[in-house]
């Protein structure tokens, strides 16, 4: 597939955040050529891919797509789009941001609206596991795995975050149908990895054990189950479904290992070498008890599957938070960005 990215001309929004930026090395190693990246720089950050741009391997601009002079410009003479721009964030966010996340609806039917007149190819859209009914997801003695078709009639995503999600990739499908447009969607589940932010539950986890927080602050019960899924993985995933899925089929993008937000928090007090009480907060935002992905379908369609242990992960990333932050920097603002952006 080299030869196909080296003549696509592809631009990848919100390509200078956690996800984005991954999305972005991963053109790069198959070749692509001409590479643009559209970012606002709420979530992202420019370090994050500045090397490509120095090197004259990405365009980057700097600009809100909520604006219609901005969606315009940025997919002019684009193959193909890798749509990861979006108001969100981790729990604590989708939680207590509703509004902001309402605004995915807007962004995303003003790109595709513009994309379609501008003559693009193909949309990979980054969907999310929050597209799944909650009332499926509450009782954690099931051993239960998402697969794609549970999502339908009675659809019950989870909060405005999910619904917006959900209604793109319903969109992209009628894309698929009115338009002749290539589509694909892929539901990401609970991403970590370097470059990740607080607002997660590992990375936030992370951050507590590097500025020694006692006691040790978790979340919820600690009993929901969650199926963690490192960014490389993810990032190869979003491309395979460019080169294999044009008909606007959603595919989950998840590991299959279940692992309890109690049991995640213990390992990284073990690698992390903190000693600390864990404190439990059933009352601060949980989210789902009960989510992990089926990948099934990843693996018939893509030839994909999660090429990273958890435990392994988890090592490579704390390694990576505690060799790159600052103690004070992390200390000033860390509960702000739990929640926020």
Not at 2 to 16: K, P
Not at 52 to 57: F, N, R
Not at 192 to 220: C, L, N
Request: aromatic residues 8%; proline residues 2%.
């Amino acid at each position: 597939m080299s030869q196909y990215w080296d003549e696509r001309r592809v631009l990848v929004t919100g390509g200078a955040s956690f996800i984005g930026s991954h999305v972005v090395e991963k053109l790069i190693e198959r070749g692509t050529k001409k590479i643009r990246v559209v970012d606002d720089l709420s979530s992202g950050k420019l370090e994050n891919i500045q090397k490509y741009i120095d090197a004259g391997q990405v365009e980057f601009t700097k600009g809100d797509l909520l604006k219609e002079a901005v969606s315009i410009s940025a997919v002019q003479n684009i193959d193909t789009i890798f749509h990861l721009a979006a108001d969100h964030g981790g729990r604590g966010y989708v939680d207590l941001h509703q509004v902001a996340c309402a605004t995915n609806l807007a962004l995303d039917n003003l790109l595709y609206q513009n994309a379609h007149k501008a003559g693009v190819e193909q949309i990979v859209f980054a969907s999310s596991g929050c597209v799944y009914p909650n009332y499926i997801q509450t009782d954690t003695s099931k051993e239960l795995y998402l697969t794609e078709d549970i999502v339908g009639p009675p659809y019950d995503a989870d909060h405005m975050y999910g619904w917006a999600k959900l209604m793109s990739e319903l969109t992209l499908q009628s894309y698929v149908r009115e338009k002749k447009m290539k589509t694909a969607s892929l539901r990401y589940f609970t991403v970590y990895g370097e470059r990740g932010k607080e607002d997660h539950a590992v990375m936030a986890m992370i951050a507590r054990a590097f500025v020694k927080h006692s006691p040790f602050t978790v979340w919820g019960t600690g009993e929901q189950i969650r199926n963690w899924t490192y960014v490389k993985d993810i990032a190869e995933g979003t491309l395979l479904a460019a080169e294999k899925i044009a008909d606007g089929t959603a595919i989950n993008l998840g590991t299959m290992e279940r692992i309890k937000v109690i049991d995640c928090a213990k390992k990284v007090l073990e690698y992390t070498g903190h000693k600390a009480e864990i404190k439990l907060e059933p009352d601060m935002p949980t989210g789902p008890m009960n989510r992990v992905a089926d990948n099934s379908l990843a693996r018939k369609l893509l030839g994909w599957e999660p090429t990273m242990l958890f435990d392994e992960g988890l090592k490579k990333t704390i390694d990576w938070y505690f060799n790159t932050k600052n103690i004070e920097e992390i200390k000033k603002n860390l509960d702000l960005k739990l929640t926020e952006r």
